[in-house]
């Protein structure tokens, strides 16, 4: 298949580099990404500017397709998405060609981090010149949901990709991303200063396309550094450390350069964790049920509704401690309870499991 049509699927498996560790990338589901509707969510920019559909399937209202568009995260951690319903799957549409797609993410460090302002940006052409059909400009970082600068896009439709363009996109990025000096996670400026960052290194990056294209120089060489994907060396690190003296004990560990008890098994991947143990026959998940309340007395635990629930067995509270063991517990001086009793102390407070 042409590189042309597959841009969207490539921008996708950039971004998995740099999403998260092996560990979470190994049990991770794009379902899950989607639904959690986190505002810097490193795959939701991309299906937004891409606009993606999904299939939602409930028992009670059977199944339906939604557009990812600007309407489709309405709040903090809140879709269109009902309550009963699942996602079955996720069409990702093909680029056409002339068409262009990437994606751009910046955090603190490279690998393994989350976001501070992340990016899915795609323009379309009309056939055979550089006059704008279409464009999407999608931000993570930005807002407490994923958001489209929609009147950005509309505004472009009609003009020719040219550096006179680069200015007033810059301009109404600003007027569609607006953050107030206060805005959750700090550092506003820079965070806008990375929405237009994106969109020039997406610009100098079709420019260069173009330019390959039609053989013609649209930018300086000084510029493409600008446009290149880092993909950095297998890290590597050494020990350097004095030789003890001829004197000293075989058991005395001072200055030797002693490996770690576990480190073979962690860096062969074969050292084991809870998630990597089977289940076994009759195993049961455990769950903390909290208080909502920052100081309250207990006048009546009902778990009746609870244990009602299918899949629900018992329940543990401050009553069933005595016959296991204490109730008591503390770093130093046992004075807090495991479970309240009659009083809870602080929010999140435990009260029975």
């Known amino acids: 298949m042409p590189e042309s049509r597959t841009q969207v699927f490539a921008a996708i498996i950039e971004m998995l580099r740099w999403f998260a560790g092996h560990q ?7 379902a899950g990404n989607i639904t959690t509707a986190s505002p810097i969510s490193d795959l939701n920019p991309l299906f937004l500017s891409a606009g993606c559909h999904l299939t939602l399937v409930s028992k009670s209202s059977g199944s339906r397709t939604v ?5 489709f995260f309405l709040s903090y951690r809140k879709t269109v998405i009902k309550p009963d319903e699942v996602l079955l799957n996720i069409l990702i549409p093909f680029t056409k060609p002339d068409e262009f797609f990437y994606g751009y993410k910046q955090a603190h460090r490279r690998e393994d981090d989350i976001a501070i302002v992340n990016a899915g940006i795609r323009v379309l052409f009309e056939e055979g010149t550089n006059v704008i059909k279409e464009a999407a400009f999608s931000y993570g970082g930005m807002a407490p949901i994923t958001v489209i600068a929609v009147n950005t896009a509309k505004a472009i439709v009609g003009r020719k990709w040219e550096d006179s363009l ?8 600003e007027k569609d991303l607006p953050l107030s000096p206060d805005a959750p996670g700090g550092t506003v400026e820079y965070r806008r200063t990375l ?7 997406f610009y100098l990056t079709v420019q260069l396309k173009i330019q390959q294209k039609e053989g013609k120089r649209k930018i300086p060489s000084s510029f493409k550094s600008a446009t290149s994907i880092f993909h950095g060396n297998a890290s590597k690190g050494s020990q350097v450390f004095d030789e003890v003296g001829t004197g000293q004990l075989e058991d005395d560990s001072v200055g030797r350069p002693l490996v770690h008890v576990s480190a073979a098994k962690q860096s062969t991947g074969e050292a084991v964790y809870c998630d990597d143990m089977p289940m076994i026959t009759g195993e049961l998940y455990l769950a903390l049920v909290t208080s909502t309340e920052a100081h309250a007395k207990i006048i009546n635990i009902d778990p009746s509704e609870a244990l009602s629930m299918s899949g629900v067995v018992t329940y543990l509270g401050h009553g069933d401690i005595p016959r296991l063991g204490s109730n008591q517990t503390g770093a130093v001086v046992c004075d807090e309870e495991i479970f309240a009793s009659e009083e809870v102390q602080e929010y999140s407070y435990s009260t029975i499991a």
């Open 195 to 201: 929405t237009t960052s994106f969109f020039y290194k």
């Open 166 to 173: 680069v200015q007033d996109v810059c301009t109404l990025l």
């Open 67 to 71: 557009k990812m568009d600007h309407n």
């Open 24 to 30: 979470i990338r190994n049990v991770a589901v794009i």
